[in-house]
């Protein structure tokens, strides 16, 4: 069975703080998906990390895939309340033009307070 | 990118009943899935949506209870057959063309 550990669950910061989200796993993924969802939409992607090691930024957001493709994490800089909402990482398995099924981790639902 | 439109966009039933969504990609997609979502929780795949043959469940899911269509490349449709109060959820339609997009999903109600 693959699993994909997300921590934390649950993160209410202040405007401005840092913050990390981590999705761990042990088994190796060929890529590596965030997804930010809001009340009442679909998930929307946010980036999709392919390569071990490989950091990607998106404006305040940095995301790293780890060099095994086991595990990833994003970094918010300097939060802001346009940041709430449920981040979800996901990995697949699938190669070749084909992501195939996405396994999901249990999200990190963030609140930034003004 | 695929833009993905879904209906209804939400729906409450009665118990005993069937309801089927629908989905729609704006382009040929190898593959599509079918996910469920409880209200703030993680997404849990019920099937992949095999265009031209039957789909493919995951554990815990079965055709009886959400039958799947997938007629062409672009579109498909999902059952839930004889609902109960269980099966209230966000139920969402993925296409995968190279990477996974998301409908805005549909939200049901089983009274």
């Known amino acids: 069975t693959q699993l994909l550990e997300q921590s934390p669950q649950f993160l209410s910061i202040q405007e401005g703080e840092n913050l990390t989200v981590y999705c761990n796993s042990s088994s190796v993924f060929s890529s590596l998906q965030w997804y930010r969802q809001e009340p009442g939409e679909g998930p929307v992607l946010l980036v999709t990390v392919v390569t071990g090691g490989e950091v990607k930024k998106l404006k305040r957001l940095t995301f790293q895939f780890g060099d095994a493709r086991k595990d990833s994490s994003l970094h918010i800089t300097a939060a802001q309340p346009g940041d709430t909402g449920l981040y979800l990482c996901a990995g697949a398995l699938g190669y070749g033009g084909s992501q195939g099924n996405l396994i999901f981790g249990k999200g990190t639902k963030l609140s930034v307070k003004p | 990118s695929a833009v993905i439109s879904q209906k209804p966009s939400r729906d409450i039933c009665q118990r005993g009943t069937s309801l089927t969504i629908q989905c729609q990609v704006d382009?040929?997609?190898?593959?599509m899935f079918w996910y469920r979502q409880q209200p703030g929780q993680s997404l849990t795949l019920i099937a992949t949506?095999?265009?031209?043959?039957?789909?493919?469940?995951e554990s815990g899911f079965v055709i009886d209870k959400f039958p799947i269509s997938r007629p062409n490349l672009t579109f498909s449709t999902l059952t839930v057959s004889n609902m109960s109060p269980e099966d209230s959820s966000i139920y969402l339609c993925s296409a995968d063309n190279n990477e996974q997009f998301f409908g805005p999903g549909t939200r049901l109600t089983v009274l």
């Open positions: 949506a095999n265009q031209g043959s039957e789909a493919t469940y």
């Open positions: 382009s040929q997609v190898t593959m």
